[in-house]
């Protein structure tokens, strides 16, 4: 194809996820997507309960893949999603998921790559994180565990320029504290300390990290 007709295709393309967004806020009023916010978001699957919101702030990107990102926000829940951050969807699906109440802030520059956000009280990524392939974050067990235990919850703080690598699941009540790295298949069960590398299943203190603020 010529460049002028690649051009010419690309920019429909564009302007028809655009209008896909459109009629998506209208139909959900709670549903708020800055114009500067990629057009490929047009193509994430929206699953919004009555009163949920979803934030979307400018210069949020994804990859134009029908489905692979997933919003999942039930009533009177609430998602906000960071200036300049990426929902990777290349490698996998990425699920944010808030409960009837439940509160999920990503802030801005940050990557989720492939992974699944849970919240039913407060998950709160700040920053600068990423969140590798596969890993989790819940702040509840998500089930109660016996007729004596019901399920227990407690908020979820994942600092700035934290980095989550792969297949990692953090749980309820954790802090894992600013520029510190979650080595792959952790599991993160205890607060870790800033500036702390951190890996093992339950996760334990390994070593130490300098600043993450200018990293890629």
């Known amino acids: 194809m010529a460049p002028r007709a690649l051009r010419t295709l690309l920019r429909a393309i564009q302007a028809w996820d655009r209008l896909r967004l459109k009629r998506l806020q209208l139909r959900h009023p709670g549903l ?4 500067a916010a990629s057009s490929n978001l047009a193509c994430a699957r929206y699953e919004l309960g009555e009163g ?3 934030r979307i702030e400018s210069g949020v990107v994804t990859e134009r893949r029908n489905g692979r990102l997933h919003f999942h926000i039930e009533p009177g829940a609430s998602v906000e999603i960071g200036a300049g951050s990426w929902l990777r969807t290349a490698i996998g699906e990425v699920h944010l998921v808030a409960f009837s109440g439940g509160v999920l802030e990503i802030g801005a520059d940050c990557l989720l790559n492939g992974c699944h956000l849970s919240a039913k009280r407060q998950v709160v990524i700040r920053r600068r ?6 890993s989790r974050i819940f ?3 998500q089930h109660d565990f016996d007729a004596e235990r019901p399920e227990r919850s407690a908020p979820v703080d994942v600092g700035e320029c934290v980095w989550i690598s792969g297949d990692c699941t953090v ?3 954790v802090t894992i504290g600013a520029h510190s790295v979650v080595g792959a298949r952790s599991l993160v069960s205890r607060d ?4 702390t590398l951190a890996l093992g299943s339950p996760a334990e203190p390994r070593g130490s990290v300098g600043d993450r603020s200018h990293t890629r």
């Open 32 to 35: 708020e997507i800055d114009p």
């Open 52 to 54: 949920a919101r979803l």
């Open 129 to 134: 994180a990423m969140v590798g392939p596969g």
């Open 139 to 141: 702040d509840a067990d």
């Open 171 to 173: 749980l309820r009540g």
């Open 192 to 195: 870790i300390p800033p500036h």
